[in-house]
């Protein structure tokens, strides 16, 4: 299957900070991203659809100026969470889809594990 | 809104007998129907695709999907511990809230 990567795979920072973090489709390219959070034991979170040279559709309550997303090529997007806050530590995982005749198929990175303290 | 219904968790089977999971979704519309499996603190992986009704199989994993009733299943023959996971469907992109199953030793 399509291998995406993520990175950092954990991240530490201070309340306050903003920390960026990149998504990448190794080999293929995808003009469709998504970024979902998870919290322990929940269920994934849509955070926004990520589009190759567009602005990022977020989903219902997701405040887009906290979480500023870039995707500015077939390969990257990053998420960007400014002004972090001990309720922002969660589980960020992002997705990029592949087409093939009619169908999508969407395949995850490994995820991003954010701690602010 | 596309609707993506999993059968309530937690599944609880005994090693080497069949876990079986359900989802039914609400666009009869929808072309693509997958299973994923996510491990607890890792993101989900791919197991299962399947696109037109029937049976799919793939290992232990049998998908089965019927487009007239909107239910796409999985079923894992000989459980092993190593199955214990949270199993998510997605149909199209719409994912399911997802199934924990886990296998007793």
């Known amino acids: 299957g399509a291998v995406v990567s993520q990175h950092p795979s954990r991240v530490i920072c201070k309340s306050g900070t903003s920390v960026k973090i990149e998504c990448r489709s190794l080999?293929?390219?995808?003009?469709?991203m998504f970024w979902y959070r998870q919290f322990p034991k929940k269920s994934l979170m849509l955070m926004a659809t990520s589009n190759e040279g567009s602005k990022a559709t977020y989903e219902q309550g997701v405040e887009k100026d906290k979480f500023l997303i870039n995707h500015a090529s077939l390969t990257l997007s990053t998420l960007t969470v400014t002004s972090a806050h001990p309720e922002d530590s969660s589980f960020y995982i992002c997705?990029?889809?592949?087409?093939?005749?009619?169908?999508?198929?969407?395949?995850f990175g490994p995820g991003t594990r954010l701690t602010v303290l | 809104q596309k609707e993506v219904e999993q059968n309530s968790g937690p599944l609880s089977v005994p090693e080497g007998a069949i876990a079986s999971l359900n989802c039914t979704y609400s666009?009869?519309?929808?072309?693509?129907f997958f299973w994923y499996r996510q491990y607890s603190g890792k993101s989900p992986e791919l197991i299962m695709s399947i696109y037109s009704n029937g049976d799919k199989e793939d290992g232990r994993f049998t998908a089965q999907l019927n487009k007239a009733s909107q239910y796409v299943s999985l079923l894992i023959r000989d459980s092993q511990p190593s199955d214990s996971a949270t199993y998510l469907c997605a149909v199209d992109l719409s994912f399911g809230a997802g199934t924990t199953v886990t296998v007793r030793a």
């Open positions: 997705s990029a889809i592949t087409s093939s005749g009619f169908t999508d198929t969407q395949y």
């Open positions: 666009d009869r519309g929808s072309q693509s």
């Open positions: 080999d293929f390219q995808a003009t469709t």
